[in-house]
Each structure stands twice: as structure tokens, then as C-alpha cells.
């Protein structure tokens, strides 16, 4: 166990390394918040009630995805792209530990750096300019906190998975550039799904993409009623099990491919 | 300029990587704007097709300014390795090898969903093209990419002063590319809209040549015409920023080895 902790200690080190690469991050999250605000105070000033949704909701809705997106900022695929091209990747096979687990400490690692480094300054930000995002239901917020935990592995499976897919397909560069704008669009992270025509709904309910943020963040603006918030987290406890699986079947076919083109 | 070109066909499957992905988010984009606004009618006077062409045209110039100054994205990198250095050694402007060594073919592909955005919108639209409004455009295409590449010279030049991964760089890519000119300025409070006109011209790259073009009013009421307008402040943005680049490179001290 120390020595992933170890891990996880050396990534957040390495993250504060230089001070204009905390605070620029930082100002586009106080950007993000602004930007989605705005564009919701300008909507709902002709509509005051969109799909049941309020507008204080709405803003609860953007300030709680800026703070839920900049705890979940994983690398494991930005990891594997650039190892891959630089051939280090060898060496982490010589390494005495598994993997994947230390690429996931790795990444809590990155967690836990983020939440210190940006969720006061974020949280600060929207109550003294936007408004305190209060969550509908106090009662709520342990399956909240489950539902963000839940999310964030589901984003850190989605993430590992592109980035094996980058080790297999070395040749196709860096394949989180589509996932990026995927998740943009499909996560509901910005403008959540409830907005979005009707077939576009019915393909998302069969992606795992809507169980990432759309689901803790409905949970908390009470926009899911609690039989369907537990039942939106059952769904996302199932999507992890299945992408669990699948990672683990996909890591011991791209482990043997590995060491043949090793020689 | 040619082994530019050649070291972006030495990955060819990479390339396709990027064929997918930046139409995925050019459209996926636009995408978001409709749904957005088929939740309005008719407020601030922003149609879908009015947004489209906005849309477009941001795209369009973010094209242009990726084919030809490319280079400008990757200031930091450069100092942080010492490549920039060798740049440095040879007995021309700094700023115009840098420039010319990473002439950026590639950027076809991000200019393409742009030309077919902005096209769409000008069909359903039915603007009257006459010889004033192409020249008005070809001004505000100029003056739209030097408003984007100053605003990278500057975030590059910062590199010089202070040791950064980029991250000013990396702050104005999502900031111009999903921010500022997804989206037209006159959704934002009063005092950000000051900010993105005078601080950061923004403003000048899109929203108010297609308030221009479509015969609406703009939050300040420049008395100038917009388009004209986006060309002059193109050209003294652009050169502000070579001054401070060139400042900057001043102060540059080499990170050795």
C-alpha cells in the first residue's frame, strides 16, 4: 500500500510546481461559471420555469459541475498517450506493483491535489458573485457525496479505457481529444440532457456518459425524485461493474500485445 | 517551411485522430447552441441561423490564425526545452522564424467545419453578398485572426517572464474556443462585455461583425462601422502584442543545459 501512496504523494508535489500553472486553471473555472450563469440568466429571462427547473437551480446546477469537474480531472489517458510515444512505458512494466492500480493512485492523487487547490477558491467565488448553491434537500447529500465518488470512477474507467485504446493504436496520437468534447456534449456537464431532443435522449440513456455528471448533479438541484436518484446511482454502480470488467478483459489482451512487440 | 509540412504527415493515422475530433466539437458546438436557443424566441435579436453564422465565423478565423500562426501556441514549450534557444541563432527576426518554421497545413482541418457552418448560415439568412459586404468580410476575416494570434503572442510572451506549462496558452484555447466565441458577448453582465471590447478585444473577432452583417445594435453603439472596426483593432492589437513579445524576449534567459 506505501508505495502507492508514495505515488500519490509525488503527483501532488509535482503539480505545484509552478504558481502560474495553479492560477490560470483556476480563473478558467471562475470563466466556466460566469459563462454558463449568464447564458441561463438570458435564457430563463424569457421562460421562468424550463422542464421544472428554476433558475436558482440552474446556477446550483453550473457552480456544483464546475466544482464536481475540477475534482474529477484524471490523466491516466494523457499518462499512457505520452509514455507510449516516449517508450517509458517500459520501464512501468518493470515496476514491482500492478499497473493499473498505480496509475488509479496516480489519479487520486490528482483528486485529492485538485479539491485542496481549487474547491475553496471556486466555492468562494460563486457565493460571493452568483449565489450560494444550497442543494434542494439536505437529506440528500450523503447520496450525493456516493454519487460523485460513483462519477468520478465512472470518468476514470472512460478515461482508462481511451487511453489503452491509445496504447493499441499508438499510430492515432492522442485519443482524448475526442473523448473531451464527448463528455462535453453527452455528460450533461454544461447544458444537461433534459435540454436536448428527444432522440438525442433516448441514445445517451444507452451510453454510460449521462451517469457521470448529469446524474449527481440532478440528484442535488432535486430534480430526481429519491426512487429515481437511488435508482440513477444503482445504474451507475451497474455501468462500473460492466466497465470494470470490460477494463480488466481489455488490460490483459493489450499487456500481451505489449511485451510481443517487446520482443 | 516544406519539413513543416512533412513532419505533420510522419503520424499519417494521427491526422485522422484530429479529423474526427475537431468536427465532433466544432458541430457538437453548434449542437448545444440550438438547443439553446430553441429555448428562447427572439431575445437580444439572436436567431439560430444568426447564431450560426456567428458560430461560423469564429471557427473560420480560429482556421486561419491555426494555419499560419500556429507557432504562437507553443512559446512556453519552446523556452521550457531550450529549443528556443536555436531559434535565437539565426541571423533573421526572432519573431518571423518563428513564425515561418511552423507553417501549419493541418489547419484545413479546423477551417473546414467552419467554411460549412458559416456557408449554411449565409444560405438560410439570404444576405445580400454586393462588393462592400465581401470586402467588409475579408476585413473582418484579417482582422479576427490577428485579434486571436496577439492574444496568443501575449499568453506565449508571459513564458519569458515566468516558468509555466502553458497554462496561459492552455487558459485562452478553452477561454476564445468555448467561452468567448461560442457564445455571443451580449449574454454576459455588462462589465465582463467592457472587459472582452476593451481589455481583450474579443469581442472584435465575432460577435460584433455578425451584429454587423445582420443589422443589429451592439451593447456600446461604436459609431464606426463593426467591420472596419474588427480590421483596425485587429492590426493594433497585433501589433501590441509584437511589442510585448519583443519586450518580453528581452527579458528571456535561456533555461540552459
Redesign the interface.
Known amino acids: 500500500m506505501n508505495k502507492y501512496l508514495y505515488i500519490m504523494r509525488i503527483k501532488i508535489i509535482s503539480h505545484l510546481a ?4 495553479v ?3 483556476l ?2 473555472n471562475f ?2 461559471i ?2 454558463m450563469t ?2 441561463w ?3 430563463y ?3 421562468p420555469d ?1 422542464h421544472g427547473v428554476s433558475l436558482p437551480q440552474m446556477q446550483t446546477y453550473a457552480i456544483v459541475s464546475t466544482l464536481v469537474g475540477c475534482f474529477c480531472r484524471h490523466e491516466v489517458q494523457e499518462e499512457l498517450y505520452y509514455r507510449m510515444r516516449q517508450g517509458t512505458i517500459a520501464i512501468d512494466f518493470i515496476r514491482p506493483m500492478n499497473l493499473v492500480v498505480s496509475w488509479l493512485f496516480e489519479d487520486i492523487g490528482n483528486m485529492v491535489n485538485n479539491l485542496l487547490k481549487n474547491f475553496v477558491p471556486i466555492l468562494l467565488f460563486a457565493v460571493i458573485f452568483i449565489q450560494v448553491p444550497l442543494p434542494q434537500n439536505l437529506s440528500i447529500i450523503p447520496l450525493f457525496v456516493l454519487s460523485v465518488l460513483l462519477c468520478a470512477l465512472l470518468l476514470w474507467l472512460i478515461s482508462l479505457f481511451f487511453g489503452l485504446l491509445t496504447v493499441v ?1 499508438v ?5 482524448g ?2 473523448r ?3 463528455l ?2 453527452m455528460a450533461g456537464s ?2 444537461p440532457l433534459w ?3 428527444g432522440w438525442f435522449r433516448k441514445v445517451s440513456d444507452w451510453l454510460p456518459f449521462k451517469y457521470t455528471y448529469q446524474t449527481p448533479l440532478s440528484i442535488y438541484i432535486g430534480k430526481l425524485s429519491m426512487t429515481g436518484s437511488l435508482a440513477a446511482v444503482g445504474i451507475q454502480a451497474v455501468w462500473i461493474t460492466v466497465l470494470c470488467v470490460c477494463m480488466y478483459l481489455f488490460w490483459q489482451k493489450v499487456k500481451k500485445r505489449l511485451l510481443i512487440q517487446g520482443g | 517551411m516544406r519539413c513543416a509540412v512533412q513532419s505533420w504527415f510522419e ?4 491526422m ?3 479529423i ?2 475537431i468536427p ?2 466544432s458541430f ?1 458546438g453548434l ?2 447552441l440550438k ?2 436557443s430553441t ?3 427572439e ?2 435579436g439572436w436567431t439560430f441561423h444568426g447564431l450560426a453564422f456567428f458560430y461560423g465565423l469564429g471557427i473560420v478565423t480560429h482556421g486561419l490564425h491555426v494555419i499560419f500562426f500556429f507557432a504562437v501556441w507553443h512559446t512556453n514549450y519552446m523556452v521550457l526545452n531550450g529549443e528556443f534557444d536555436r531559434i535565437l541563432l539565426y541571423p533573421m527576426n526572432p519573431f518571423f522564424m518563428f513564425i515561418i518554421q511552423s507553417f501549419n497545413i493541418a489547419g484545413y482541418i479546423d477551417i473546414t467545419p467552419g467554411i460549412i457552418i458559416f456557408t449554411y448560415a449565409c444560405l438560410k439568412l439570404n444576405l445580400d453578398w454586393n462588393a462592400v459586404a465581401i470586402l467588409k468580410l475579408i476585413a473582418v476575416l484579417i482582422g479576427g485572426t490577428l485579434i486571436r494570434t496577439g492574444i496568443f503572442m501575449i499568453a506565449g510572451a ?1 513564458g519569458f517572464f ?4 502553458n ?2 496558452t ?2 485562452m484555447v ?2 476564445l474556443a ?2 468567448t466565441t461560442a ?1 455571443p458577448l451580449n ?3 455588462y462589465g ?1 462585455q467592457v472587459i472582452l471590447t476593451f481589455l481583450i478585444p474579443v469581442g472584435f473577432i465575432n460577435t460584433y461583425p455578425a451584429q454587423d452583417f445582420m443589422g443589429m445594435d451592439n451593447t456600446f453603439s461604436i459609431p464606426i462601422n463593426l467591420s472596419l472596426c474588427t480590421l483596425l483593432v485587429g492590426i493594433a492589437f497585433f501589433l501590441l502584442a509584437y511589442g510585448f513579445f519583443r519586450f518580453g524576449l528581452k527579458h528571456y534567459k535561456s533555461t540552459g543545459s
Open positions: 509552478y504558481d502560474i500553472d492560477i490560470f486553471p480563473l478558467l470563466v466556466w460566469i459563462t449568464s447564458i440568466k438570458y435564457v429571462a424569457q421562460n424550463i493504436w499510430d492515432f496520437g492522442n485519443l481529444v475526442i473531451d468534447p464527448l462535453k456534449i454544461f447544458v435540454f436536448f431532443p | 503520424y499519417p493515422l494521427e485522422l485522430c484530429w474526427i475530433f465532433l466539437y457538437g449542437l448545444l438547443v439553446i429555448q428562447f424566441s431575445i437580444g508571459i515566468r516558468d509555466t506549462r497554462a496561459v492552455n487558459f478553452d477561454f468555448y467561452n457564445f449574454i454576459y453582465p465582463i
